[in-house]
């Protein structure tokens, strides 16, 4: 992270930075915490999609334009990616308001909630899915 | 009266912020709209889940009727505001030359009242049938 130079320009010291990512083996716990950013980050953008379908439902030409889209594979695909980001940013989330109180750092705890998190993201996503296919009757 | 021995304002020592500018606020909101966001979350996606496969005028009724319109409201202020935070750290923390990192934070803080606003108008006009 040498390179990493700061705003103050060219002329700026030389110091030392704290050792960043590449400097470290890669662990769950800190896979995870990268996952929570890019989930968040996705959600983010995803937002865009959230404001279409609410503005789209005022009129049927474009709610069925949206319907188009989010019945596709390619909107089905962004669909369930926003899925499984949105409750695996929501388990993350509800994880680390367990750590802000103070609990669950031990080596075992951690780990057990970071596993928690992952399988608990997918599970839920793979049944919501099962359940707005099946028994909802799915985007169309 | 002697003169000072320091320039900093006896204000900007009572708050104590120093180079910081800002204390606790976008930590303390950003877990406050955590919170709100997990009950708001799970009734959004069930409200979304109902209205699958729903024709357009019984979506826009239901998402207009006064229990589910409050609750799609509060729910994209919270996670509005939530994301609004989410994104000014991850810019804070990555982009480092500092007119593409203000750049960046004002874009952020207009993509949040438009796509926001945009949002609540569209649960505005549904609701109020207009």
Not at chain 2, 80 to 100: C, F, K, L, N, W
């Amino acid at each position: 992270m040498a390179e990493a130079r700061s705003f103050e320009g060219p002329r700026a010291a030389e110091r030392p930075l704290s050792p960043h990512l590449q400097i470290y083996r890669p662990m769950l716990t800190m896979m995870m915490s990268i996952v929570h950013r890019i989930t968040g980050i996705g959600l983010y953008f995803g937002t865009l999609l959230l404001a279409w379908w609410i503005n789209s439902a005022a009129g049927p030409n474009g709610y069925a334009k949206f319907e188009a889209f989010i019945g596709s594979w390619i909107g089905r695909l962004i669909l369930f990616g926003y899925t499984w980001a949105l409750i695996h940013h929501m388990l993350g989330g509800i994880r680390h308001l367990i750590w802000d109180t103070g609990r669950g750092f031990g080596p075992n705890e951690r780990e057990w909630l970071v596993a928690a998190n992952l399988v608990g993201s997918i599970a839920i996503t793979v049944l919501l899915w099962i359940v707005g296919l099946l028994f909802v009757g799915g985007p169309q | 009266m002697t003169p000072p021995k320091h320039i900093r304002t006896p204000l900007a020592r009572v708050r104590g912020f120093g180079a910081a500018k800002s204390g606790t606020g976008h930590f303390w909101l950003q877990r406050v709209t955590a919170i709100a966001n997990i009950p708001l979350t799970i009734v959004a996606v069930i409200i979304m889940i109902m209205l699958l496969g729903r024709n357009q005028p019984a979506v826009a009724q239901i998402l207009g009727s006064s229990t589910v319109a409050i609750i799609m409201l509060l729910f994209i202020v919270s996670i509005m505001a939530h994301m609004r935070i989410g994104m000014q750290v991850v810019i804070e923390d990555y982009v480092h030359d500092e007119t593409a990192k203000l750049g960046l934070l004002i874009a952020n803080n207009f993509f949040v009242a438009i796509v926001g606003l945009t949002a609540v108008y569209g649960i505005l006009k549904l609701s109020f049938g207009l």
